[in-house]
């Protein structure tokens, strides 16, 4: 198995791409235990760090992975790349906060998980880069959730260029949150989790949500759904906690 998915006391499921061998690249196999280690996380679970061994994160496609599509028909290209977005549509639909640890190489679809990712968290060793255009495809599974991530602007001249850059770039653009040095990583993502933690399932989850609810829409589109939502939240059982809490000075119950 390439992948490994532990739950932990505080229901944070940590999903370990486990193939430093080869550089935890991606084959068919791959992608189908990752696919199916995402859809088997427990609904009620608060988090998901998705994080590999050795030291490269994802380099992308596994050489000999490359080397059999070359040689694959058209509707077999289709059907591989269709495994390959369910993949990445399994990890972008998850409810709760999805983090990457990035400690090193993340290239062509490893960038893109790191893309997809709601927060990421990267090593100064990190590096990054979308070459498929220098393989003479192109970066188009990944790059929905690459523009949503960083915008059209970097996104074009990143997947035009095939550029390498570092984890102070990638935190400039917004493909990153922080960066650390390797020996604080674990411990800042610890503190991400922490945080994410001292917030109610609900209303992290609902957080999460209402980005998408209300991204790229008019004002005048999302300003009744917005007010829906907060007053919602006012009255549910996590909102009527966390307020009690906050007045009466302790922490909440969850």
């Not at 994160?57 to 790349?81: H, K, P, Q, V």
């Not at 550029?163 to 411990?187: H, K, N, Q, Y």
Request: proline letters at 4%.
């Amino acid at each position: 198995m390439s992948i490994r998915s532990e739950t932990d006391a505080h229901h944070v499921v940590r999903m370990t791409i486990d193939r430093p061998d080869r550089k935890n690249a991606f084959d068919a196999e791959l992608v189908a235990e990752l696919t199916a280690a995402t859809g088997s996380i427990d609904p009620a679970a608060r988090a998901v760090v998705l994080q590999s061994e050795g030291d490269a994160f994802c380099a992308g496609a596994d050489i000999d992975w490359m080397r059999g599509m070359a040689d694959y028909t058209f509707d077999e290209n289709l059907a591989d790349s269709r495994g390959l977005a369910r993949m990445f549509r399994a990890l972008y639909d998850l409810p709760m906060p999805l983090v990457a640890r990035i400690q090193g190489a993340a290239i062509g679809g490893g960038a893109g998980l790191v893309a997809v990712a709601d927060v990421a968290i990267a090593s100064t060793s990190a590096t990054f880069a979308f070459t498929e255009t220098r393989l003479g495809i192109l970066p188009a599974v990944v790059s929905p959730y690459v523009v949503r991530k960083i915008g059209p602007a970097h996104a074009t001249a990143l997947f035009v260029t095939g550029l390498r850059f570092d984890a102070l770039r990638a935190l400039e653009i917004g493909l990153v949150e922080a960066v650390e040095e390797p020996p604080d990583l674990d411990a800042r993502v610890e503190a991400l989790v922490a945080a994410i933690l001292a917030g109610g399932r609900q209303a992290v989850n609902a957080a999460k949500r209402l980005v998408r609810e209300v991204e790229g829409r008019k004002l005048d589109d999302v300003t009744e759904l917005t007010v829906e939502r907060i007053a919602r939240a006012r009255v549910g059982d996590e909102g009527q906690e966390g307020m009690r809490a906050f007045l009466e000075k302790r922490e909440p119950t969850w």
